[in-house]
């Protein structure tokens, strides 16, 4: 199993631009999630899903948009990149929620907004 | 409002040295408790876990005892080695709900052989 994998690793946009990260699980999680790590912060959460279809807001969702059409692909969509947006993004997948389910992160996406 | 606390870092260590990294919370209700860890060029790994007062988690030689009256769950190890150099990230979970883990700032671990 490649277990989370995002793409691309590092990627520069200037402001106004437009990018998709892609993240993608083949352990057949239902539960997947999108988190952006700013330097000297702990991770928050952006977008999560709990099955293909459904998507829902988590704390910081702003200038953000998920889809979630297959079970394995969750990718995050920034429309209008904003220097605000600099940070580094995680994706995770986990195979249900509850405290005895791990999260599984992907290597991260280090994103600059210029 | 939930939050997670831990040592500021960067930390550095000689291997063999006994390691501690703080984390205090805050939390409605009773919490689930984690650590994470990044190696370099790698995504968060969870590396331990406690879900209830009093419990320990441990790992790979770490440990963490989730304590209630001082909400606390420091990190420690007895005898650190160079491929312990990492981010640990201390994290809690309030109920089942699949957006309400918080993470803490992470703490820079880099062990000197």
């Known amino acids: 199993n490649a277990g989370v994998t995002q793409t691309p690793k590092f990627r520069i946009l200037k402001i106004g631009q437009s990018m998709t990260l892609q993240c993608t699980q083949d352990?057949?999680?239902?539960?997947m999630y999108w988190y952006r790590q700013d330097p000297g912060m702990g991770l928050k959460l952006i977008y999560y899903s709990v099955g293909a279809g459904i998507t829902d807001k988590g704390e910081v969702p702003n200038g953000y948009n998920v889809s979630r059409s297959t079970t394995e692909d969750f990718p995050l969509r920034l429309e209008l990149a904003a220097p605000s947006q600099t940070s580094v993004y995680f994706c995770?997948?986990?195979?249900?929620?509850?405290?005895?389910?791990?999260?599984?992160f992907g290597p991260g996406t280090r994103l600059t907004v210029l | 409002g939930n939050s997670v606390t831990q040592m500021e870092g960067p930390v550095t260590l000689s291997e063999e040295a006994f390691l501690t990294i703080n984390c205090t919370y805050t939390a409605t209700g009773y919490p689930s408790l984690f650590w994470y860890v990044q190696y370099p060029g790698e995504g968060l790994q969870l590396l331990l876990k406690a879900t209830k007062a009093d419990d320990k988690g441990s790992n790979k030689g770490f440990e963490a005892t989730y304590r209630k009256e001082t909400t606390s769950f420091h990190l420690e190890k007895g005898s650190v080695q160079v491929s312990d150099s990492a981010v640990y990230f201390c994290?809690?979970?309030?109920?089942?709900?699949?957006?309400?883990?918080?993470f803490g700032s992470g703490t820079r671990l880099s062990i000197r052989p």
């Open positions: 994290a809690l979970r309030v109920g089942s709900s699949a957006s309400k883990i918080i």
């Open positions: 352990m057949n999680h239902n539960y």
């Open positions: 995770a997948s986990s195979p249900g929620q509850g405290p005895d389910n791990e999260q599984f």
